[in-house]
């Protein structure tokens, strides 16, 4: 939700793949690809920010917190986030998402956004459940 430079931006990408390639993921086994890559990302959460409301998105805590450390001038990019991450997570109709603690509300959201969607138009999206990571 901050704007980098391109050349930065590029190598964060490089970089974020080399490290999951180090954790050991194979990719023989699993699919990795560039979100930004695939449309539908961003046109979901356009059709999930449409029946979203702005009131429930200003109570997350992670938007008070990012605001704050703005001056106040929090973005409309930083505001939306959460439906893109809802986005990413019922594109692929995913039923359980792992989480930390700090993600749980975002995934309740990603819930309530499912549940709104499947009672306005007939069931279409799981409602994923959280699969909490312990440290």
Known sequence: TMPKEPAVLHQNILDTTAAVLACGVDPKKCLLFRQ??????????WILGCITNVPR???????????ASQNNEGTVGLLTYPVLQAADILLYKSTHVPVGEDQVLHLELAQDIAQHFNKKYGEFFPVPKAILSEL
């Open 36 to 45: 930004s890559l695939v449309p539908e990302h961003a046109e979901l959460a």
């Open 57 to 67: 998105l200003l109570r997350l805590p992670q938007w008070k917190m990012k605001r």
